[in-house]
C-alpha cells in the first residue's frame, strides 16, 4: 500500500512540475511577444504546441508568425487553432485577416445552402459547450417527462410534454453538433502550403503534365495520401491534381 501511494506520490510531483514548467515557458512567450520578440516567441510557443495542444497557444503562434511576415505559417497555426475551437471569433478574424496576403485567391465552388447552415451552426459554440448543452437537455426532458407522468394538471401535463419534445431536439441537434466537431477534430485531410510555390501534377511523377500553381499558404484538401513522396490534394474552386508531400503542412 505505502509503495503505492509513494508511487502516486511521484505521478503527482511530476505532472504538477510539468505544468508549473509550461506555465512558465507560456509566461517567457508571452513576454516575449509582448515586446516584440517575435521569433523568440515562435520558438517558445513552438515548444509549448509540441507537448500540449492548446487552442490559445496555436493562436499565439500564428500571431507571431504574421508579424515575422512568415504567412504560410500563420495561416498554418490559425487553422490548428481553428481546428480545436471553431468558435473562436479572434482566431476565424485573424485568419481571414492572413489569407488577404496570401497570392493564391481560389474562388470556392457553390455548396448546398443547408451544409453552409449546418457548418455554422456547428461552429457556434466550442466541443464543450455543446456536450454540456445535450446533457443539460437530456437532464431535464427527464424532469419534464416525470412531471407529465406524475402531475394531475391538465395544462401543466401540456407544457411539460411540449417541452420534453423541445427538450429532446435539442439534445440530439447538441450531439450531432458535437460529434461532427470531434470529427473535425480528429480527421486531418487537409494543409496548408508551406512552399514558396508548388507546380500542380497531373500524375505524381516530376515529368507529369503542369496543371497549375499554388503559392504558400493555399489551403489543400487531401484526397489520396498513400503514396510515399507524393499526395493528390484538391483545392476550393475544384481543381485537383499531384502535389510533393513535403510542399505542404497538416493542418
Request: charged share 20%; glycine share 4%.
Amino acid at each position: 500500500m505505502k509503495r503505492y501511494i509513494f508511487v502516486l506520490s511521484l505521478a503527482l510531483v511530476s505532472v504538477l512540475t510539468q505544468a508549473a514548467s509550461l506555465a512558465e515557458m507560456k509566461t517567457l512567450a508571452d513576454t516575449a511577444y509582448v515586446q516584440s520578440d517575435y521569433e523568440k516567441a515562435v520558438k517558445l510557443y513552438g515548444k509549448l504546441a509540441e507537448q500540449s495542444p492548446d487552442a490559445e497557444v496555436y493562436y499565439n503562434l500564428g500571431c507571431a508568425y504574421y508579424r515575422l511576415d512568415d504567412i504560410a505559417h500563420s495561416v498554418l497555426w490559425f487553422e490548428r487553432a481553428l481546428k480545436l475551437d471553431p468558435s473562436n471569433k479572434d482566431v476565424l478574424f485573424n485568419l481571414e485577416l492572413a489569407r488577404t496576403k496570401t497570392i493564391d485567391k481560389i474562388i470556392p465552388q457553390h455548396e448546398f445552402i443547408l451544409f453552409t447552415y449546418f457548418r455554422s451552426m456547428t461552429n457556434w459554440f466550442s466541443l464543450r459547450t455543446w456536450t454540456i448543452i445535450g446533457l443539460l437537455s437530456f437532464v431535464i426532458m427527464l424532469v419534464s417527462l416525470l412531471l407529465f407522468w406524475g402531475s394531475g394538471s391538465i395544462f401543466v401535463r401540456k407544457v411539460a410534454f411540449s417541452s420534453a419534445v423541445l427538450l429532446l431536439l435539442i439534445s440530439v441537434l447538441a450531439n450531432i453538433c458535437a460529434l461532427q466537431q470531434k470529427n473535425f477534430k480528429q480527421v486531418h485531410t487537409s494543409g496548408i502550403i508551406t512552399s514558396p510555390a508548388v507546380t500542380v501534377k497531373s500524375t505524381p511523377a516530376d515529368n507529369g503534365n503542369d496543371l497549375f500553381v499554388l503559392h504558400e499558404g493555399s489551403k489543400v484538401e487531401i484526397l489520396d495520401s498513400s503514396l510515399n513522396e507524393w499526395c493528390e490534394v484538391t483545392i476550393a474552386d475544384g481543381k485537383q491534381g499531384w502535389i510533393p508531400k513535403k510542399s505542404f503542412d497538416l493542418i
